[in-house]
């Protein structure tokens, strides 16, 4: 079964420290892997997308990692800020037949960070 | 502004009482998706559409219907609501995903209560 695991369930910095998330995946055959930050209440927002022959990619504090060889993906957050308090979601996709990405959701990491 | 538009946002209803929750997107997008979120289980597709009259279930099909008659709405219907369906319900859509980079945008959500 293709399934998305990420560790740890929550979260709890201080403001401007640095933390890293984690996804582990065993969808197959692997397309992409993105992350979404998804603020309490909101809908998911994409943060970064890597194929397989991206092992890293960054969006301003935000930097991901995949490794294809042991499915794994990680979310470095570099000096947090309260405005990056939400829920990080993994999502890894799939080609199916016909060109449709079939998506699975990790059940995401809760995060907040403290003045 | 480009954007996914979602109604009602908020929902309390009862047993057995059809309703629908209309979605919608100005980005001439050809694939539409609905999910629910539900605590500690992440995000699971419903139903999805690759293109106006083109729809298919997802993972949890059960107990829902949707249409496509139209590129720009994805209309979620409930013909006999239960409350196994109270939840957090998203509608998302995407560009064609022929590409290995397709994003999906996210609606802001419906919360629905059966009650």
């Known amino acids: 079964k293709n399934q998305v695991e990420q560790s740890p369930q929550s979260l709890i910095i201080l403001e401007g420290k640095n933390c890293t998330l984690q996804c582990n995946y065993t969808v197959s055959p692997f397309s992409n892997l993105r992350w979404y930050k998804q603020d309490t209440g909101r809908g998911p927002v994409s943060l970064t997308i890597?194929?397989?022959?991206?092992n890293t990619k960054s969006n301003g504090r935000y930097t991901a990692t995949l490794d294809a060889d042991t499915k794994q993906s990680s979310l470095h957050i570099t000096a947090s800020q309260l405005s990056d308090s939400a829920s990080y979601i993994c999502v890894v996709s799939k080609m199916n037949s016909g060109g449709y990405q079939k998506v699975t959701f990790g059940t995401g990491t809760k995060l907040q960070v403290i003045p | 502004e480009a954007q996914v538009t979602q109604n009602p946002r908020y929902l309390i209803t009862v047993t057995g009482k059809k309703l629908t929750v209309t979605c919608s997107q100005n980005?001439?997008?050809?694939?539409m998706s609905w999910y629910r979120q539900d605590p500690g289980l992440g995000l699971r597709q419903i139903y999805y559409s690759m293109n106006v009259e083109v729809t298919d279930k997802g993972d949890v099909p059960e107990g829902y219907k949707v249409s496509r008659k139209e590129k720009r709405n994805f209309p979620l219907i409930l013909e006999s609501p239960s409350p196994n369906q109270t939840s957090l319900y998203f509608c998302?859509?995407?560009?064609?995903?022929?590409?290995?980079?397709?994003?999906?945008?996210f609606g802001p959500g419906t919360r629905l209560t059966v009650l």
């Open positions: 998302a859509s995407s560009p064609r995903t022929s590409g290995r980079y397709n994003e999906q945008f």
């Open positions: 890597m194929t397989f022959s991206e």
């Open positions: 980005m001439n997008h050809e694939y």
